[in-house]
């Protein structure tokens, strides 16, 4: 499974648009990128996945360039209540649907 | 549905006891996993069934067993607990299959403290 770096932390402010991007060099051509977050106490939750361009939910977008060598999480218009660690998170999940979390990014919004 | 539940909530065992953490699911999802997490890290996969009576080692599984007799339940053993085990034990489901769901739905943890 492709190691993935993304940074330990960010701070924002609510309203801002916060974009967390993660490195995986070596993705295979079978990977996809997921994203998670995790709340304090909390399992994780699934935000987004997507395999290249562009993916966009009702939570968050997803860029993944050409060379797909890295990803952009992008939440907009943060809020106090996402502050969390996200997780990017890379793999062929198509026989075991194994994940291999690294060590996230902590996102501190403030007001 | 409940979705993922783990019980207990919380346990504190002593050096060299052994307890089972429960985990079930009500998704009628193939795959299921187990994860611990320590203060302020990621989570280390311990083992994962693709299926009832199916498992596979994830990357930590020395100290631990795991059985899959039906797909709901997917018990995990703690053997002559140490203190390295101190952590908290996430159950995780997923539908898996031909096309599976990369989305893999997390019980609320259990906090498990070895002293």
């Known amino acids: 499974l492709a190691k993935t770096t993304q940074p330990i932390s960010m701070d924002s402010y609510e309203g801002q648009e916060v974009n967390i991007t993660c490195s995986h060099n070596?993705?295979?051509?079978?990977?996809?990128i997921t994203w998670y977050q995790q709340f304090p106490s909390q399992g994780p939750r699934f935000i987004i996945q997507g395999y290249k361009t562009k993916v966009t939910n009702e939570v968050a977008s997803l860029f993944i360039p050409a060379d797909r060598k890295s990803s952009t999480l992008s939440l907009p218009r943060v809020s106090l209540s996402d502050t969390a660690v996200y997780y990017c998170l890379v793999g062929d999940h198509s026989n075991t649907g194994k994940l291999i979390f690294g060590q996230g990014t902590t996102l501190q919004v403030k007001p | 549905n409940a979705g993922v539940t783990q019980t207990p909530k919380f346990r504190i065992l002593k050096i060299g006891q052994s307890m089972t953490l429960q985990c079930a699911q009500d998704m009628n999802h193939n795959y299921m996993y187990w994860y611990r997490q320590d203060p302020g890290m990621g989570l280390k996969l311990i083992y994962y069934s693709v299926g009832a009576g199916i498992t596979d080692k994830g990357e930590v599984p020395n100290g631990y067993n795991v059985s899959r007799s039906t797909t709901e339940d997917f018990p995990l053993r703690l053997e002559l607990a140490a203190p390295s085990q101190t952590s908290v034990y996430f159950c995780a489901s997923s539908s898996g299959g031909a096309h599976p769901t990369y989305e893999q739905y997390f019980g609320p943890g259990t906090r498990l403290t070895v002293t």
């Open positions: 070596n993705i295979a051509t079978n990977d996809y």
